[in-house]
């Protein structure tokens, strides 16, 4: 076991302190990495602040991981010392149920071992990347093109690959009508993705104040929900739509949006369940669904697409002391667009 330094939650209404954690010794098919760059999601705070409940404390949380290469087993053969490599929501899973082996490691039958707050195969409970150093499995590191500065990356090791999968499965790109609903730390990166792909992309916001940013990263269109009209004139119009918010909607005004065979992905995840009427998706044969970031392949295609459009998250590096602050930013919305930790403050 390797201490290593970290920052922790000890308590649902405790701020995150300084400590230190045990890193396992390498195994035979084990990296370890220097983290760099961990990008802070809301699903940490969440987690931190036990919101969802079943917290394991202490926890260290952080799932968009990005560092390089310091040591490997003797039987890995993808990575090797000095690379560029990055980690994002899950660290292990079974690797032998249909979708693993399909590459969708992420809806694992047996299981999937969260990054952070799960169990591993050991017993130990998993933590994540606010730290400085971590040991994966080297199926599950990820390489960070070139083209691609790390800071900017971290995030796309979550908010990068929930908003690319769902695009990429439902066909977004030349010819398709794509909707954002909302653009913060998620919907930001799937404005630039879904452009990038071909798709003629709008973005609904609750208020006009980042419409200059929606139009900069690619959107054709912004327009605010909270005005009726957006409902009146959008009707019927869209192919797709990604929800990247977190709270309630009016779904059944939002399915009007879209066009006949049209769905509606939720990607947030609010804390109430979700209701609709049935003739919303009766009526033009609309569709309903999740999504939940994306296997280890298209996570690695994902991360290749960027570097070729030039496509990073919109960040503000902070240091390990200000993780707290941080938090409470993201709670009140006041970042544009995700907040990244530089690691070597930890």
Known sequence: MTTVAAYAATAADSPLVKTTIERRELGPLDVL????????????????????????YPVVPGHEIVGVVSAVGAEVTRHAVGDRVGVGCFVDSCLACEACTSGDEQYCTSRVTGTYNAVGRDGEVT?????????????????????????????????????????????AGPGRKVAVIGMGGLG????KIAAAMGAEVTVLGHSPAKREDGLRFGAVDYRVTTDPQTFKD????????????????????????????????????PEHPLTVRAFSLAQNRRSLAGSMVGGIPQTQEMLDFCAEHGIGAEIEVVSADRIN???DRVVASDVRYRFVIDAATI
């Open 33 to 56: 990495i220097e983290i760099r760059y961990a990008g802070i999601c809301h699903s940490d705070i969440h987690t931190a602040r036990n919101e969802w409940g079943g917290t394991r």
């Open 234 to 269: 959008l009707r019927g119009t869209f192919d797709l739509i990604v929800n990247t918010v977190s709270v309630n909607l009016d779904l059944d005004a939002y399915l009007s949006l879209l066009a006949r065979n049209g769905t509606l992905v939720e990607l947030g995840l």
């Open 188 to 191: 930001h990166v799937g404005v």
């Open 127 to 171: 933590q994540g990347g606010y730290s400085t150093h971590i040991v994966v499995t080297e199926h599950f590191v990820l390489k960070i093109p070139d083209g691609l500065a790390l800071d900017a990356a971290a995030p796309l090791l979550c908010a990068g690959i929930t908003l690319f999968s769902p695009l990429r499965h439902w066909g």
């Open 325 to 327: 602050e941080a938090y």
